[in-house]
């Protein structure tokens, strides 16, 4: 282990932070119980301590000593080489100056870090690997503050790098990326996070695969939410993919979802308000098509002509019904320009001198 990695035993718990404050945290997360945290005499021993059955441990970076970055590549090294589950980051980390790098090994076990919160004030990525193995998973990430700086583009993970990401309970996401890839991302998962104003695009990249959104809430932002264009001959920007019974509000000067093609596209149960149009599909060399259903949601106070807008790609198997809008006259739900035209069917637009279905 290097210096840097090494175990500070005069700093058994950190400051201000007791043991049962922080057992009752992991509890709440549902990641851990009594005995969730491992001692000083545990990490020192460089022992696995005996587990109690279905009480994971949590590794606490401060009980390794360096700089943050340091600490944090520790505890992530240390959880992974004695077979252990969790990071908990009891406070807030700066990894500013510097990256935590991920196992090169194929297939390396999913690390979780939970509660507290990291920080990165100029630009790169929080989480990297030295290799370009996509098949390594990425950690997966409970409860935590992602903060960044206006003056930067913080990224969290290198999806070039690591395809798989898992963001869930009330992650909280200002002034940072998500994901950012000049490849592929594959089975990404956002469950219940908060995000307001990212630092350029949130998920970028010109392929996503198995792609979850699920009841979070995105919000005022001037950076695109999430972004899948490729000219790639017989490739799919955006295939299979949920979002389900999120809040996209205030993206005021780009649409917050641009895709060149999709195939089982599923957009259901959203709250759309105050956007510079919502969902937005722009042709390309690649596939020319969008297959799915677009449904049950609804649009409010849309800052342009319109709600969603198809391009000119064939559209012939992509539904879209039972949405409401309360665009003003003269605005629409829907714009096509060419292409197989979708079908559109029982809609409804209750405000603005045009209600009624359409």
């Known amino acids: 282990m290097s210096q840097g990695s090494q175990i500070d035993s005069s700093h058994e718990l950190p400051a201000g932070v007791a043991r049962q404050q922080r057992r009752q945290l992991l509890v709440s997360l549902g990641v851990g119980g009594a005995g969730a945290l491992l001692s000083t005499t545990a990490l020192a021993s460089k022992e696995r301590p005996a587990a109690?059955?279905?009480?994971?441990?949590?590794?606490?970076?401060?009980?390794?000593?360096?700089?943050?970055?340091?600490?944090?590549?520790a505890a992530y090294d240390y959880v992974l080489e004695n077979g252990l589950t969790t990071v908990y980051l009891d406070r807030v980390y700066d990894l500013t100056g510097g990256s935590v790098y991920l196992s090169s090994d194929d297939w390396a076990p999913v690390v979780i870090f939970v509660g507290g919160g990291l920080t990165?004030?100029?630009?790169?990525?929080?989480?990297?690997?030295?290799?370009?193995?996509?098949?390594?998973?990425?950690?997966?990430?409970?409860?935590?503050?992602?903060?960044?700086?206006?003056?930067?583009?913080?990224?969290?993970?290198?999806?070039?790098?690591?395809?798989?990401?898992?963001?869930?309970?009330?992650?909280?996401?200002?002034?940072?990326?998500?994901?950012?890839?000049?490849?592929?991302?594959?089975?990404?998962?956002?469950?219940?996070?908060?995000?307001?104003?990212?630092?350029?695009?949130?998920?970028?990249?010109?392929?996503?695969?198995?792609?979850?959104?699920?009841?979070?809430?995105f919000e005022a932002n001037s950076h695109r939410l999430i972004e899948a264009v490729t000219d790639e001959p017989g490739q799919w920007a955006l295939s299979v993919a949920r979002f389900?019974?999120?809040?996209?509000?205030?993206?005021?000067?780009?649409?917050?979802?641009?895709?060149?093609?999709?195939?089982?596209?599923?957009?259901?149960g959203n709250y759309c308000e105050h956007n510079n149009t919502t969902l937005e599909f722009i042709r390309t060399d690649g596939?020319?098509?969008?297959?799915?259903?677009?449904?049950?949601?609804?649009?409010?106070?849309?800052?342009?002509?319109?709600?969603?807008?198809?391009?000119?790609?064939?559209?012939s198997n992509l539904e879209i019904s039972h949405n409401t809008s309360n665009a003003a006259k003269g605005r629409h739900l829907t714009r096509q320009r060419g292409g197989g035209a979708a079908q559109v069917s029982s809609n409804f637009m209750y405000s603005g001198g045009n209600e009624g279905p359409f």
């Open 52 to 73: 109690r059955q279905g009480s994971p441990f949590g590794v606490v970076p401060d009980q390794f000593s360096g700089s943050d970055t340091e600490r944090v590549q």
């Open 120 to 217: 990165k004030r100029d630009d790169g990525f929080m989480f990297d690997r030295r290799t370009a193995n996509l098949a390594t998973d990425a950690p997966k990430f409970q409860g935590v503050r992602f903060r960044g700086s206006e003056d930067a583009t913080a990224v969290i993970s290198n999806g070039s790098r690591m395809i798989r990401q898992n963001f869930s309970q009330q992650c909280d996401f200002r002034h940072v990326a998500a994901i950012h890839s000049d490849s592929y991302t594959q089975s990404v998962r956002f469950l219940n996070t908060e995000m307001y104003e990212s630092a350029g695009t949130f998920i970028l990249a010109p392929r996503h695969y198995d792609l979850s959104c699920h009841e979070n809430r």
């Open 244 to 268: 389900t019974n999120n809040c996209i509000e205030g993206y005021t000067r780009v649409a917050p979802i641009r895709l060149s093609s999709a195939s089982s596209l599923l957009f259901q």
């Open 287 to 315: 596939i020319q098509q969008v297959s799915g259903k677009i449904e049950v949601n609804s649009f409010y106070e849309s800052r342009s002509e319109v709600d969603i807008d198809l391009g000119q790609l064939n559209c």
